[in-house]
């Protein structure tokens, strides 16, 4: 059996308060979009992970989503199985591919073994994994809370603009980011801002994480401002970074910001 595991966006990030636990509290909406990994559940003698596409560092077998399948399998018993992971979501890019790997590695293991996991229980199991992980089990718009991983539900749907994402070659530690980030209380929720017209968003929604890592990494502000130059409606760094989207009215092309990045078209 085989999942098809979609990266997101954050429609906005404020981060509110550092918790005693090291985390933080924030407001963030995700936002799902059309670009996926591959997650397979093959029956095997052994547990193992296979990777292909785009590099993991690390030992496959310390992969998130072998986390996933063994907290399972020592709670219900399961058999051994082979885990091929194919990943097309770039890596350190803020768009969440390895806990969308492991939330759909869960959903998939609950089908293929008939658990009857609720979906606040497959939460609870993508909670422990990462703080955006219980998102991706409803994989819908979501404005997020608490570390991230507490959601209320949203109306909002973008289909019917272009949505366009540059991922240049940084590799932003997600730790670092955290580490020389300035918390603030907003004045506004962003549960509140994300109704907005899509026209006042740019003056409006703000990722808290740019200031510090637009100030290490100048190319990634630099792509931000190419976007805006482009047409470009709405456009903001993901996460901790490194991709920026842009939401546009009509399709675009961008072929000066290929020539160093990887860029994703319609997504």
Not at 24 to 47: A, C, G, R, W
Not at 51 to 60: D, L, M
Request: some cysteine; proline content about 5%; overall charge negative.
């Amino acid at each position: 059996m085989l999942a098809f595991a979609n990266a997101k966006i954050n429609l906005g990030l404020f981060l509110t308060e550092k918790r005693v636990d090291g985390y933080h509290n924030l407001q963030t909406v995700f936002y799902p979009v059309k670009l996926h990994d591959v997650v397979e559940l093959i029956d095997s003698e052994n547990t193992t992970c296979v990777i292909k596409g785009i590099e993991i560092p690390g030992n496959p077998d310390d992969n998130i989503c072998v986390k996933a399948f063994r907290a399972l399998q020592n709670e219900f018993g399961l058999p051994h199985q082979q885990i091929i992971l194919l990943k097309n979501i770039p890596v350190g890019a803020g768009l969440g591919g390895g806990s969308a790997d492991a939330a759909f590695l869960i959903k998939l293991v609950n089908d293929k073994f008939d658990l009857g996991l609720s979906i606040e229980k497959m939460q609870d199991y993508a909670r422990v994994l990462g703080a955006d992980c219980a998102f991706f089990i409803e994989n819908k718009p979501a404005y997020a809370f608490a570390k991230g991983d507490e959601f209320e539900d949203l109306e909002i749907d973008l289909s019917n603009h272009f949505m366009v994402l540059v991922k240049p070659p940084i590799h932003v530690s997600t730790a670092e980011a955290y580490s020389k980030v300035k918390v603030k209380e907003p004045t506004t929720s962003l549960k509140d801002l994300i109704h907005l017209p899509l026209s006042d968003w740019k003056a409006n929604i703000l990722n808290d994480f740019e200031v510090s890592v637009f100030e290490k990494y100048p190319e990634i502000d630099e792509i931000k401002t190419k976007l805006y130059a482009a047409g470009a409606t709405f456009a903001l760094m993901s996460g901790s970074g490194s991709s920026v989207y842009a939401i546009f009215e009509k399709p675009v092309r961008l072929p000066e910001l290929e020539k160093d990045n990887l860029v994703f078209y319609g997504i």
